[in-house]
């Protein structure tokens, strides 16, 4: 005797969703995943006891073609990344970013500007930048207005 | 689309979670990397961005005709933070392919530069056509 139960009526969607993934899977179109259309480079930033930590993927960026500045609490990352000389009609994929680029980042926190460190590794840059220590509030004193 | 079938097709690898091994038992992500695919002299080039991927922890695998990539990143960000702000997710890189019959599976080379692997796919060279002596039947 079939008896109706909640677990059932969910198997009609699932074979749904296994034939829209099918016809999906078929489709030649860009994966959801792929890094594309965003901000380059993206950029982590991390907060720890007393450093900040600032990661960024640079894939193929050398040393030399990287310009770090700080000022004002604005950190600048920017930079040239040139792909290989291939006419753009030899393309059959273009998804990955070619050109110039920059980031100006406004850090939360006053730091030590001297004390930044970078480095970049397998196309992984990471920038480590040391808290200032507390300023001691100031006061600011307050005269009385008026005669 | 049909032109693009005929060499190299990227398949879809979705955004999906790796399930935990016994070795690693904590989850980890899984991204589709970004590629290029261009021709050239030398034969079809793909380019893919792999930040952080080292070599020991990369996989270039081929197997009947699926190119099949695989990037390993281990977390580089130390624990104890007290606050994050994540413009990308940190995880591995998959992207497999359907390669043509027209790549020379033989002479694919590759090579991984500053978190870029770029995959060389020469053609098969075509051979001059043979012609077949027919004698002459009794």
Redesign the interface.
């Known amino acids: 005797m079939p008896v109706f139960r909640w677990g059932n009526a969910w198997d009609a969607f699932r074979d749904l969703e296994r034939e829209v993934d099918r016809l999906m899977g078929s489709m030649n179109f860009t994966p959801q995943g792929v890094r594309l259309g965003r901000t380059f480079p993206a950029v982590n930033f991390y907060e720890y006891e007393d450093h900040f930590l600032l990661t960024a993927e640079l894939p193929g960026m050398t040393k030399s073609d990287l310009d770090l500045s700080i000022a004002q609490g604005v950190l600048t990352l920017k930079g040239d990344r040139r792909a290989d000389e291939v006419s753009d009609n030899n393309y059959r994929r273009s998804e990955r970013y070619r050109g110039q680029w920059q980031r100006n980042l406004n850090l939360p926190d006053r730091v030590i500007e001297e004390g930044l460190k970078a480095e970049l590794v397998n196309g992984l840059l990471k920038i480590t930048l040391p808290k200032a220590p507390e300023v001691t509030p100031r006061q600011i004193p307050i005269q009385e207005g008026g005669e | ?1 049909n032109e ?2 005929n ?9 999906r979670m790796v399930p935990a091994t016994s070795e690693a038992p904590e989850q980890r992500l899984l ?10 002299e030398e034969g ?2 793909l ?1 893919a ?6 070599l020991e922890n990369l996989e270039l695998q081929v197997q009947d005709n699926k190119l099949t990539l695989f990037g390993r990143v281990n977390r ?3 624990e ?9 997710g ?1 995880g591995d890189f998959l992207r497999s392919f359907i390669l043509s019959d027209e790549v020379d599976h033989e002479r694919i080379n590759a090579k991984l ?4 692997l770029k995959v060389v796919l020469p053609k098969v060279e075509r051979t001059e056509p043979r012609k077949i002596n027919i004698d002459e039947g009794e």
Do not use: A, K, R
């Not at chain 2, 530069?113 to 870029?116: F, K, Q, R, S, Y």
């Open positions: 689309m693009m079938n060499e190299l097709v990227p398949q879809n690898d979705p955004e991204f589709t990397p970004p590629i290029d695919i261009y021709e050239s079809l080039v380019v961005d792999l930040p952080g991927v080292t580089y960000v130390p104890g933070m007290l606050g994050q702000h994540e413009e990308y940190v530069n500053n978190g870029v």
